[in-house]
């Protein structure tokens, strides 16, 4: 039995981006052939990659929070820093992808998505669906011990993956780089009249 339900309720706020060559104010209009040999344009990466920016500045506020009750809850405050981590660095690697796509490249990049690919492949729903050779170069550059599944550890400044220390001053340092990159992108596609309808304030 289908227990899902269609519904034509409307929703007060939410997103909706057409495919290549529709217009999403009006589905019903032919689609322009000029339009889909469009390249992908960052202005449109840099929107998708803001909601995953914003997450990771909350993510890592929630990681800070969970790592300040590890003394007194060392065993629930150390699950949940694992929880806020790894989505903090699933938020990373989104913000990473999209990043890339828009021509912007950082230092910490690669360092992102090691953790992430780390996590998920140790302990999350890739549980060792992985190439060794892949998990090996990956597992050189965070100085992980070969004979450990994981190796993650916390404090209230900091997250450690091997050998590797990662403070939480160098994560918040990269989000406000990456949202210098959203801004001014925005900024200059709005000059060129390619976005309309809101306001980009860049920090001086």
């Given at each position: 039995m289908n227990m899902k339900k269609l519904t034509s309720r409307k929703m007060s706020h939410g997103i909706k981006i057409s495919h290549k060559g529709f217009n999403v104010t009006d589905l019903d209009k032919e689609r322009s052939v000029k339009a889909v040999s469009k390249t992908v344009l960052p202005h449109l990466l840099s929107?998708?990659?803001?909601?995953?920016l914003l997450g990771a500045k909350t993510q890592a506020e929630r990681y800070v929070f969970a790592a300040s009750q590890l003394k007194a809850?060392?065993?629930?405050a150390t699950m949940s820093c694992l929880h806020e981590a790894s989505t903090l660095f699933e938020d990373l690697n989104t913000v990473v992808i999209y990043m890339r796509?828009?021509?912007?490249?950082?230092?910490?990049h690669q360092l992102w998505m090691d953790i992430r690919n780390h996590i998920r492949h140790a302990v999350r729903e890739e549980f060792d669906k992985e190439n060794d050779s892949v998990k090996n170069e990956r597992a050189q550059r965070l100085g992980l011990?070969?004979?450990?599944?994981?190796s993650i550890g916390f404090?209230?400044?900091?997250?450690?993956?091997?050998a590797t220390l990662v403070e939480v001053s160098r994560i918040k340092k990269y989000l406000a780089?990456?949202?210098?990159?959203?801004?001014?992108?925005?900024?200059?596609?709005k000059e060129d009249g390619s976005i309309e309808g809101i306001r980009v304030i860049k920090k001086p």
């Open positions: 929107g998708l990659a803001l909601p995953y809850r060392p065993t629930m796509k828009s021509g912007k490249d950082h230092k910490d011990d070969p004979k450990l599944q994981i404090d209230i400044d900091a997250i450690k993956v091997g780089w990456a949202e210098g990159v959203i801004v001014d992108i925005l900024a200059k596609a």
